[in-house]
């Protein structure tokens, strides 16, 4: 332990961290004063971090009979949030994240994927490739700005699962209003 320590004072490794704090809300990508996005990475259209926050919140205190989580994707179908309160499994953040997946590729609600599949053949190879990635339950939707998909939720953790959808969309609806 102490020859770790020291390797880390010699490389200036211990107390660089707490030097360089980051700002508390750092300006979008692109935006006057934002730090430049790394080369070779991308930043996909969604929701603004705290809306979606409080999506997941009004989505799970629709469900709060249910120990349930939400999951917020990018348009991409990167994580911009994992919302699992105390007390909630973190398999409903997985699930949630299928389900969310699972609608970006539908292009509409989780479970329509079932006949997307059946009707595409290249959603049905999509599934079939990565089959963990996504799921046929209810609980995922697009979130759209003006038709435009900026990303999808992904509600689980209620019974049934078309509870989970009606959640989610009360998350959407609190935010809906104030999407750009």
């Given at each position: 332990m102490k020859r770790f320590i020291g390797t880390a004072l010699a490389l200036g490794l211990v107390g660089a961290a707490s030097a360089q704090t980051p700002p508390a809300n750092p300006a979008a990508p692109g935006a006057p004063g934002a730090p430049p996005v790394r080369r070779g990475f991308t930043v996909a259209r969604s929701t603004g971090l705290d809306l979606a926050i409080e999506a997941a919140k009004a989505a799970l205190a629709s469900c709060s009979d249910f120990h349930a989580g939400?999951?917020?994707?990018?348009?991409?179908?990167?994580?911009?949030?994992?919302?699992?309160?105390?007390?909630?499994?973190?398999?409903?953040?997985?699930?949630?994240?299928?389900?969310?997946?699972?609608?970006?590729?539908?292009?509409?609600?989780?479970?329509s994927i079932v006949a997307k599949s059946a009707a595409d053949k290249t959603i049905a190879d999509k599934i079939a490739a990565s089959p963990r990635d996504y799921t046929t339950n209810a609980g995922g939707l697009l979130i759209t700005v003006n038709g435009e998909v900026i990303g999808a939720i992904g509600v689980s953790g209620a019974e049934p699962s078309a509870k989970d959808e009606a959640c989610a969309e009360d998350g959407l609806k609190a935010i809906q209003s104030r999407l750009k």
């Open positions: 939400a999951v917020i994707l990018d348009h991409d179908g990167l994580p911009k949030l994992y919302y699992i309160p105390d007390g909630v499994s973190g398999s409903h953040g997985l699930m949630g994240f299928r389900k969310a997946n699972t609608a970006l590729l539908a292009g509409g609600p989780s479970e």
